[in-house]
């Protein structure tokens, strides 16, 4: 059972019906160690790629990146840009299927996972998004069941917040706040908690 | 949200429609995306383009430094956050006349991360571009990392002396090394005494306590030095000074440039009261003081607070930062 | 009070000493007391004088707008209280070329008083002196009774038009009746969102709540039409060009200019916003838009709001309004 | 037994002494019907005053000339111009004289009154300063004996206080409040209330 545009669209109106909820949680966050508009980020881009589901192609690779292009129309957040970028790797990686294996997903993560590194020149372990990603990469490595990978990538975001908790931010405007980033949740690992757990179709 | 709007989501377009409305003679909107203002003439072919983005809040930065001697477009985004790739993209289009574009902003993430892709993005069109990124905030980082540091009100040098160069007909690396000159000769620290709000979030960015202020604090409301008491002007303007030279040294015969920077509700009566300790700060290093800027040339909307921006000159500089400038915000 | 100062009893001589300090190729302090502002460079002999005055704390009013085609001096007193007789006479002593000195201010009782008694006192230096009263505030009166009216931003206009006709040679009756007419052209209402702090107040002037408003409310916290919740920009506007309109209505072929001021900590992203529905609103009735000021062009220190100035031009006025001008905060 | 410059010293002192108790009141007086600067006129007035009493000639209306000066040295306050012309109407008066019987007092309040009436344009009866100025000179008319008239005079003022509350203001910024400024004092009034009273060394 491959994953098809219709998966696709499932998971966009899953996590864009969240998107409500997140709003003063990724704000809120967000202000604490930044700039307080990862709510408005992710409402946004969810919102315009809500706009476009109807004309996603069947091919994957090309409906991927017209996500992508939607989520950084109106705003060029960091946050919306690395999603961009992530989504523009894995666009490319797919260009041509119509649907995907479920064992292809870890590799997809890690594609996504890498671009990021590549153009945010954060280092794995310095509490961003991209140790969210390279946890779900990891957990999920070798799985072939999808509701094993749910598990995991779920399993994988709690972990990773968990994990970096306690640990100060190095990158961003996080970074500025130093020792008293120690105890806060980064907002990008948060904000890709919730788009897991929507994707999974876990409530949070 | 105590503001004068329509809609949290049209604020920016709003804005955009009203300031090139208001101002035809110096602006108009560039491209599909309704975030671009480029000069309302088309630029003279071989001139060297300067292009500058970032996050809306903060005019008359970036959008309102477009004009002669200054900037030849700017891609805006929404209130304190980047213009996406693609706009950043048609901005650097639109200044292009043959002879490459600098890209000129301040050293944010999100703003280096959306210029570069931009930088990708026109290389299909074959324009030669370069980049030099604003880090003046002494607060945002020790000496050391000076690399590190954010930019703010110091970028209002960098666009006239860059400007001024360009306007002159160098070409994109002349132009560039000013720039660069322009960005490693200035120095900035800000004092926060009240938050301002993001219309979009509805709620002032952060909270600080009716008589407290916070030194070094950034103009999205990054953290600072220190929190505490509201002091005097006089020893605000002190400290704040103090900072400054330790970090850029003057002695007898240098000339400087200083801008005492209002962050948006503070008024120019409190610049002005402050300006008295600034000049004798700089004075008794003997450096002599060059077309003073007291104003509002970089503000965080409705924020109460100040910045000083030191910048020390050398002849190149100095001619660049007095040739004449013309926008609906800064005209010399 | 959350304000930049040293002292409140010192707020306006700092203010005015780092005025100088900053700008001196513009502004001189006049006389001993401290408190009057002349250009620069001594004026022309044979050349109209033109002096204003008032209270401090509405930067760039009225010190701010001592400069070439604009006015000769200025005796400005503490913060929204009244300069001395004494010191209006010093002003207008400075003034004075040989051909007399037109005195140009808000219609205010104090102000009144005082300038009539220094009229009293440069008698005796024979200085033939005129009078003009702005009253441009339509909130502060109704029709019938206009010469009860209070001057708010309308006194840029009538400051630029007479200083230009009295730059242009004319003499002291020709440059009073341009004057007159200015005033005469000249509407304006403002509507408040916070209020301001006068400093050896230490308190805020009046109290309004988080999510009101009051239109028509004076620069000094007089009351106003009405006081209610907050509305949107196109709302606030509507209402404020509506109410212009009726009291000086315009019609096709008609040439206006606008200004649309900040009070203080309403920064321009809003004016912008709220200048789309102006233009609409102006353009609605046929005329047409000649020269829009969007900006803080009459404050009262870190007072949130807008007003809105409405002038009606004629070929004489427009000629004036868009002849050169050249102060620290506005140059045309 | 006639006032001369010693009284003249001391309902100074008294006046200077009671300012930093009216300097509130004063100020939220003219707060509610104007723009609430009352309290640092008066009080920068007689600090004013006060820095030039050592300096005071005998010649009372001399002295009259210099505190009228003074009270307007640093401000330009409709409140302190008025004064300043009605303490200049007086100083006239009584120039070359180092003494003013009682008897005389009424016409000097008289002279003051009809002084600032000519510059300020307001009329008797219009809720402002005149109002008490020409009760205390109706009050006192014919009186010969000081303590009299000072009894009268405070009766007097705070008589126009109560006989003018209820009515709406006329003059001034007070006149915008129109039928909001129905129930409060006027400033100016009270202002004089306080002058007389440290005047005639009553306790408020
Ligand atoms: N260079 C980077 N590399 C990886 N992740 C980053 C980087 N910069 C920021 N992030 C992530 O983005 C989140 C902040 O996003 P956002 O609020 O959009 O930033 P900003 O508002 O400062 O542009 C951080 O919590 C972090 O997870
Ligand atoms: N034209 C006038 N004639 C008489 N009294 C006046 C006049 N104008 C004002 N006053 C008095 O002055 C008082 C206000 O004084 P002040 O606070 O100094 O005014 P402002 O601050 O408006 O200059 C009023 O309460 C009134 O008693
Ligand atoms: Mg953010
Ligand atoms: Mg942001
Ligand atoms: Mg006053
Ligand atoms: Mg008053």
Redesign the pocket.
């Known amino acids: 059972m491959g994953l098809d545009r219709s998966a696709l669209l499932g998971a966009i109106e899953r996590l864009h019906e969240k998107m409500p909820t997140h709003f003063d949680t990724l704000n809120a966050a967000?202000g604490k160690?930044?700039?307080g508009?990862?709510g408005i980020?992710m409402t946004r881009g969810m919102a315009e790629i809500t706009a476009v589901r109807d004309d996603l192609p069947e091919d994957l690779g090309l409906a991927m990146l017209k996500c992508s292009q939607a989520f950084t129309k109106s705003s060029g957040?960091?946050?919306?840009t690395?999603m961009a970028l992530g989504m523009m790797a894995i666009a490319k990686q797919i260009k041509g299927q119509t649907a995907v294996e479920p064992s292809e997903l870890t590799a997809l993560v890690a594609v996504a996972r890498d671009q990021?590194q590549t153009r945010?020149?954060?280092e794995i372990g310095g509490k961003?998004?991209?140790d969210s990603l390279d946890a779900i990469a990891k957990q999920t490595m070798g799985m072939v069941d999808l509701e094993d990978i749910r598990t995991a990538a779920v399993v994988a975001v709690d972990e990773a917040l968990a994990a970096f908790r306690d640990k100060p931010a190095t990158?961003?405007?996080?970074r500025m706040f130093g020792e008293k980033s120690i105890g806060l949740d980064?907002?990008?690992?948060l904000a890709m908690k919730f788009i897991v757990y929507a994707i999974a179709g876990r409530s949070v | 949200m105590k503001k004068i709007l329509n809609s949290a989501a049209d604020y920016v377009d709003e804005m955009l429609a009203g300031l090139v409305a208001a101002h035809p003679e110096y602006y108009r909107l560039h491209g599909d995306s309704g975030k671009v203002v480029a000069r309302a003439r088309e630029g003279t072919r071989g001139k060297v383009g300067i292009v500058t983005g970032g996050g809306s809040g903060h005019l008359p930065v970036f959008t309102g430094y477009v004009g002669g001697g200054l900037l030849d477009a700017c891609a805006i985004g929404d209130v304190f956050?980047?213009p996406s790739a693609e706009q950043m993209a048609d901005a650097i289009r639109s200044a292009d006349q043959g002879a490459g574009v600098l890209r000129l902003y301040g050293n944010?993430?999100?703003d280096i991360l959306n210029f570069d892709m931009a930088g990708d993005l026109v290389e299909f069109d074959e324009i030669t571009c370069t980049t030099v990124l604003l880090t003046d905030d002494i607060a945002s980082a020790p000496p050391e990392e000076h690399e590190k540091r954010r930019g703010v009100a110091g970028m209002v040098y960098a666009f006239k002396m860059a400007g001024a160069a360009a306007e002159d007909g160098r070409d994109l690396e002349a132009v560039t090394a000013i720039a660069q000159k322009a960005a490693d000769s200035c120095r900035s620290i800000g004092v926060a005494l009240s938050s301002c709000t993001v219309p979009q979030a509805g709620k002032p960015t952060f909270e600080i306590a009716d008589d407290e202020i916070e030194m070094g604090m950034g103009i999205h409301g990054e953290p600072g030095i220190w929190r505490g008491k509201l002091r005097t002007a006089d020893e605000i303007a002190t400290e704040m000074m103090e900072r400054l030279l330790a970090d850029i040294p003057l002695a007898g015969g240098d000339r400087v440039s200083i801008m005492v920077n209002s962050l948006g509700a503070t008024p120019p009566e409190e610049l002005y009261i402050l300006y008295n300790e600034v000049k004798a700060a700089l004075e008794a290093t003997g450096a002599t003081i060059v077309m003073p800027l007291v104003g509002r040339y970089a503000t965080s909307m409705e924020m109460a607070g100040v910045s000083f921006t030191l910048c020390k000159l050398d002849e190149e500089l100095e001619t660049l930062l007095t040739a004449p400038c013309d926008c609906a915000f800064w005209r010399v």
């Open positions: 967000d160690l930044g700039d508009d990862l980020t957040s960091s946050y919306g690395l990021i945010g020149k954060a961003t998004v991209l990158m961003g405007r996080a980064d907002p990008g690992m | 956050s980047s944010y993430g999100g």
